[in-house]
Nanobody, 125 residues
């Protein structure tokens, strides 16, 4: 069982950057595929990016391709989401999620067992 804590959210102007961090504790971090999801007001939670346990394979939603980068440092039990060229549509609560698998990653919300509390990202126009 792993506990996740996100940080790094905030208010930024359109075109700016933020780096989100998610640190895990209480489990063997490298046994988990990790992902970042976001939820905008009135909308369903959606995947932004995912990464395998080793960090060698990543996935990005179309909205994130070319602007966001997911990475992880297993020795630090941390996964990052670097977000550049932010747009107002990127506004929402960003959640870190973990799934105990070394066989790739999932993109569906219900496949992830462990979640952080979320961090708010607000992009002003």
């Amino acid at each position: 069982q792993v506990a996740l804590v996100e940080s790094g959210g905030g208010l930024v102007q359109a075109g700016g950057s933020l780096r989100l961090s998610c640190t895990g504790s209480g489990g063997t971090f490298y046994e988990y595929a990790m992902a970042w999801f976001r939820q905008a007001p009135g909308k369903e939670r959606e995947i932004v990016a995912a990464i395998t346990w080793s960090g060698t394979t990543t996935y990005y939603a179309d909205s994130a391709k070319g602007r966001f980068t997911i990475s992880r440092v297993n020795a630090e039990s941390t996964v990052y989401l670097q977000m550049n060229s932010l747009k107002p549509d990127d506004t929402g609560v960003y959640y870190c999620a973990a799934d105990r698998t070394t066989m790739g990653y999932f993109t569906e919300v219900d496949k992830y067992e462990y979640w952080g509390q979320g961090t708010q990202v607000t992009v002003s126009s």
